[in-house]
């Protein structure tokens, strides 16, 4: 994906964090976006201090602080536009560095980069700052994810979710009808925020795998295991194998006492420290490498019930050459074949038969293990997603282009020399224009017409059965 590096564009990724270690989905995500947009463009990542890992980037991206001298004091002419009221609220619930808004109100300006990526939900929020188009990669639904964790809390509970939702999805038309686009992991998630968003353009780039690190291991799994693989602390994550633990591996256990589950993650909840006393269940903790456990499983499990975004854990396993078995929340947005590429179960008697079928089929689940690696290599290409990134990168970055020609030809007929040392200067009406052409002549819909997309079932045609 490499080009002339004359007509490279020019991308500025404005992060919350520095993109390691990889151990959570939103840094890995980043980090492969960053290393493989430097083959086709130039790239700064800009983030909060000081990088402590730089010798694992390559060497030709450019990585810079957000706080320091340059992001103290502003002149006059650059002045931050005023927050107004959803800026005061956004800053009140993520919490707002002046610093950031600052540097970049300073340093994303035309001259200097063709369009900017705000990496994550919270970053969303300095979009103002920016004299540059904006993509929002959002990563994950805010609302989605907030009303799946509902689903299953106290119906008293309820209602501050609906007004948590109720916020978000203002958050999310705020940014997202400013930015020249918006991008989520999902398509589920995608088309959820068009539901607030629209006509805003929102986009559905997946994850990918590193290939050369999940590899398929060169020994056969050990007979009869069983694990869950997962961040121990993350509520998804707590809900689903204290689910699974409790409700379903019982009966799997009960067809064969040889059979052990194994719960592999940093930092267990109390809930799930509680799973080690269940037959069969072995608490591993957290570990510097999944792999190996991964690799020496027969079955891997993805029991998710709440949340949002795209499974890395799924991908992950079939990079492996795992079969997996997943629910429907977990598959959805994923273009794997249930049945064929990986197995789906919804109720307790479907995770029981396909699990255990799986253990005492040792044919049947090589052949599911290979289709899903098939599929996953054929999908979740990191290098044939971030061209997909670059496109949308590109194409907003030729709303700017476009705006400053028709912007030049017009101040040829009308403007004079005083204009061009104005405080209204051409460079923040080229931004302008581009915000403009950004929202496209957009009615804002009134606020209850967001509430009434609001509900507590939020199921998408692709996960609301197993097929």
């Given at each position: 994906m490499t080009t002339d590096r004359t007509n490279?564009?020019?991308?500025?990724?404005?992060?919350?964090?520095?993109?390691?270690?990889l151990d959570h989905g939103g840094r890995l995500r980043l980090y492969n976006f960053v290393r493989h947009l430097a083959d086709s463009a130039d790239v700064t990542l800009a983030i909060p201090d000081p990088p402590?890992?730089?010798n694992l980037f390559p060497s030709q991206v450019r990585i810079v602080p957000m706080t320091g001298p340059s992001a103290a004091t502003n002149s006059p002419s650059q002045r931050l536009p005023r927050a107004d009221w959803m800026l005061r609220r956004v800053r009140g619930h993520f919490g707002t560095r002046p610093q950031y808004n600052a540097w970049l109100h300073r340093h994303a300006r035309p001259e200097r980069f063709d369009v900017a990526l705000c990496s994550g939900a919270a970053m969303g929020q300095y979009a103002a700052a920016l004299r540059i188009p904006v993509v929002w990669d959002a990563v994950d639904e805010l609302v989605l994810y907030t009303l799946r964790v509902a689903e299953t809390a106290q119906p008293r509970r309820r209602p501050?979710?609906?007004?948590?939702?109720?916020?978000?999805?203002?958050?999310?038309?705020?940014?997202?009808?400013?930015a020249a686009a918006t991008v989520f992991t999902s398509s589920v998630d995608a088309s959820y925020a068009r539901r607030w968003v629209a006509p805003a353009r929102v986009a559905a780039i997946s994850n990918g795998v590193d290939f050369d690190y999940f590899a398929p291991g060169e020994h056969p799994p050990e007979a009869g295991t069983v694990a869950f693989v997962g961040a121990l602390d993350f509520p998804p994550n707590v809900d689903g194998i204290v689910h699974f633990a409790r409700g379903i591996w019982p009966a799997i256990y009960?067809?064969?006492?040889?059979?052990?589950?194994?719960?592999?993650g940093r930092r267990p909840a109390a809930a799930v420290r509680e799973l080690a006393a269940i037959p069969g269940v072995e608490l591993?903790?957290?570990?510097?490498?999944?792999?190996?456990?991964?690799?020496?499983?027969?079955?891997v499990v993805v029991p998710t019930r709440t949340g949002g975004g795209v499974k890395n854990k799924v991908l992950e396993a079939c990079a492996l050459a795992r079969p997996v078995v997943a629910s429907p929340r977990a598959l959805a947005g994923l273009s794997a074949r249930r049945g064929r590429d990986v197995l789906c179960a919804d109720r307790t008697a479907s995770w029981v038969e396909r699990v255990s079928s799986l253990l005492e089929h040792s044919d049947a689940a090589a052949s599911l293990a290979a289709n899903g690696h098939r599929w996953v290599r054929r999908a979740h290409h990191w290098p044939a997603l971030t061209s997909d990134l670059h496109r949308v990168l590109q194409s907003a970055a030729r709303s700017l282009r476009s705006s400053a020609i028709r912007l030049s030809a017009r101040e040829h007929r009308t403007t004079t020399f005083t204009r061009a040392v104005a405080a209204d200067s051409p460079a923040t009406r080229i931004t302008r224009r581009s915000n403009a052409l950004a929202e496209?002549?957009?009615?804002?819909a009134p606020p209850w017409a967001i509430a009434r997309n609001l509900d507590f079932t939020?199921?998408?045609?692709?996960?609301?059965?197993c097929r």
């Open positions: 490279r564009l020019r991308v500025l990724v404005v992060a919350g964090h520095e993109p390691w270690p402590r890992h730089r501050a979710a609906l007004r948590a939702a109720f916020f978000q999805a203002l958050f999310e038309r705020y940014v997202a009808r400013r009960a067809r064969g006492p040889n059979r052990r589950l194994l719960v592999v591993v903790g957290g570990v510097p490498d999944v792999r190996p456990y991964l690799r020496r499983t027969t079955v496209g002549n957009r009615r804002a939020s199921r998408d045609n692709e996960e609301v059965r």
